[in-house]
């Protein structure tokens, strides 16, 4: 089985420029997270997505957006772009079933340069 | 949801036990327990999950208190390659996934 997939694995953008990354989550998994890893930190929660309604968003500013298709796959928007938002930027797709675990699975991620 | 603390980095030797703790005072009843190791410019790669008592699988055991407000991930006998980040997170919010990262615990294997 296909785990997480995310394209494209990197990215270099000018600073204003807009960006789109793309991720398919493992089949049957309904449920898919957005998260923002800088150097040296922890990923950060961006959104989650669970049968195309957002169920959850975090502390970013507008500037970010994501949408869930009907086949789960899921768009990461970010416009924009800042210097900082340079980062390694994870999908997680899990199945979102307490009866059938509560782990997520994560992609390779794409690495975002903003200069 | 509950905040996690656990050391910021640890040195180990192969072959050793490896022995990680966290704490996370605030854990409520409906918590569950998990640990992601993550190498560099990876994800996370789930490790185990637990409620309570001891959870074993094939990479790791993990040790929970009857207060569960700890707990422990033991790696047997390291290798290099288990050089790697490791995060501890509690919570449950059944159809939210939602993952609140801490800095996570930095563990250097030495040869």
């Known amino acids: 089985d296909a785990g997480v997939t995310q394209s494209p694995t990197h990215l270099i953008k000018t600073r204003g420029q807009q960006v789109t990354l793309r991720c398919s989550p493992i089949s049957g998994h309904k449920s898919v997270s957005w998260y923002q890893q800088v150097l040296g930190q922890g990923p950060q929660f961006i959104f989650q997505?669970?049968?195309?309604?957002?169920?959850g968003r975090g502390n970013f500013p507008d500037r970010f957006s994501a949408r869930q298709f009907p086949n789960y796959s899921s768009e990461l928007n970010v416009n924009a772009l800042l210097l900082g938002d340079s980062a390694l930027y994870l999908c997680a797709s899990s199945l979102s079933d307490p009866q059938r675990g509560r782990k997520a699975f994560f992609g390779q991620g794409t690495r975002l340069t903003v200069v | 949801l509950a905040k996690t603390t656990q050391p910021i980095s640890m040195d180990s030797y192969e072959g050793q036990e490896v022995n990680i703790t966290c704490s996370h005072n605030?854990?409520?009843?409906?918590?569950?327990i998990t640990w992601y190791q993550q190498f560099p410019s990876q994800g996370p790669r789930f490790i185990i999950q637990?409620?309570?008592t001891k959870v074993t699988n094939e990479v790791a055991s993990l040790f929970i208190p009857a207060d569960r407000k700890s707990s422990t991930l033991s790696l047997p006998r390291v290798s290099l390659s288990d050089t790697a980040v490791y995060y501890c997170l509690v919570g449950d919010l059944p159809g939210d996934d939602k993952i609140i990262f801490g800095k996570g615990t930095r563990l250097h294997i030495l040869p």
């Open positions: 997505y669970y049968e195309k309604e957002e169920r």
């Open positions: 637990g409620y309570k």
């Open positions: 605030n854990i409520a009843t409906n918590d569950y």
